[in-house]
């Protein structure tokens, strides 16, 4: 990702915007996370859109589902967050929303690509020395959509750890906590351009889980560089994934007769446990391809109107069409108070099966079916993990790894699984 790339995106997209709007004067928000990079791609992104007709809003340091919020109600066009979300911070990229709040679909993507494609940068070159000013609006408006999201509840008898990975909540979540009256323990809020995600956050809750435990907090919370999701930690130190989450916050709203179809929707990824646990509260589970944006496509489809990822994307559509870190944690707050729990207590139905993750390096990203043997190996791990087993074998969508999961009622089979089909694909696809 390079200023000049940016340029073109900036430039395309709103090229791409006035077309589909039929009008001169589209506006376009603009926020990032806290990579070194961020700066000069959004001057890069600013001078692009300029170029193409839009007129830039510039929000600063600001979570991705702030540019979700602000095209869903507000009158934006679009909106472009600079970000590469729980990757290294040599990492960047952008992500695209159009109006009411969804990021883009593929003929979108094409369409902006094709422009991208044909664009040419300005004889002169970029100039990287510019500044602009601060939309100061766009972030009140978060703020107060959060702080509402809560009401009437006051959280002046909890005690939260927020993990903010040094990354796009730095800031913005200690101050919603601590606006709603929590007593907030703020950790991995010194951002340097090269620290997001290191060692801390959502990818990290290890971390977080020895803080509670040591402030007797009531609860952790994890966010990730761009701060879309959320991975909990519970008074006693316990991990709470997002399929935890998901499954609690499923139960809460059936019971308030709020869950629309009795279905939430989630991913390949989820475990078959969670449909075990679910399945007294007559509550289904509906999968998709893993990425939040299938979640989403699934539930406008269908009228669902919760969905989300193990890895922390969690959305509830009747507040935002988008995975929230900060939103969702208010929201679980919103229920240990209403329901007098605790986080354990909340999620203590939840009973899952063994299940093992495996993420490592690849030098390409070999299609399965070249790789020889695979298959015969892949059908063998099929037939051991059995009637109750599950295996996903995918690539990342973001970085050169291979993820091999593998579920099933017995760990010991479960992890000799994943020990033979990682050993085939590292043979062959290098590390």
Known sequence: ????????????????????????????????????????????????????????????????????????????????????????????????????????????EIQIEELIEASHLPKKGLRVTETFPTDDGIKKIYLEF???????????????????AHGATYSIAPQVFRNVGAEVVAINIE??????????????????????????????????????????????????????????WAVYLKNKNLLKKDTLVS???????????????GIHIVRTDVGDRY????????????????????????LIPTGDGILSALQVCKMLKEENKTLSELVSFIKKFP???????VKEKRPFSEIPHFKEVYEKAEE??????????RYSGTENLARVMAEGEDSQIVENVVEDLTHIIQKNSGV
């Open 355 to 361: 299940q093992i993750l495996r993420s490592f390096s």
């Open 1 to 108: 990702m390079t200023t000049e790339i940016a340029y073109k995106v900036g430039y395309s997209v709103a090229t791409y915007f006035i077309h589909e709007t039929q009008g001169q004067n589209i506006k376009i928000a603009l926020a990032r996370d806290t990579r070194e990079s961020g700066k000069e791609l959004e001057l890069a992104l600013h001078q692009g859109l300029l170029a193409g007709g839009a007129h830039p809003h510039h929000a600063g340091i600001l979570p991705t589902p702030s540019m979700c919020l602000i095209t869903y109600i507000q009158d934006f066009d679009a909106a472009i967050v600079i970000s590469a979300s729980h990757n290294p911070y040599q990492d960047n990229g952008l992500k695209i929303f159009g109006p009411q709040g969804k990021k883009i679909n593929d003929d979108a």
């Open 146 to 164: 959060l702080r509402g999201s809560i009401k009437p509840y006051h959280l002046s008898d909890f005690k939260i750890v927020l993990d903010c």
């Open 191 to 248: 951002p340097d351009g090269h620290n997001i995600n290191e060692n801390s956050g959502a990818l990290y809750p290890e971390n977080l889980s020895k803080k509670v435990l040591e402030e007797n907090a009531t609860l952790g919370c994890a966010f990730d560089g761009d701060g879309d999701r959320l991975i909990l930690v519970d008074e006693k130190g316990n991990i709470v994934d997002g399929a935890d989450i998901l499954a609690a």
């Open 267 to 281: 991913t390949s990824m989820c475990n078959y446990g969670i449909d075990k646990s679910l399945e007294p509260y």
């Open 295 to 318: 979640i989403l496509e699934e539930m406008l489809k269908e009228d669902y109107n919760l969905g989300g990822e193990p890895s922390g994307h969690l959305i509830y559509k009747d």
């Open 384 to 393: 051991k993990l059995g009637k109750w087993g599950r295996l996903v074998v």
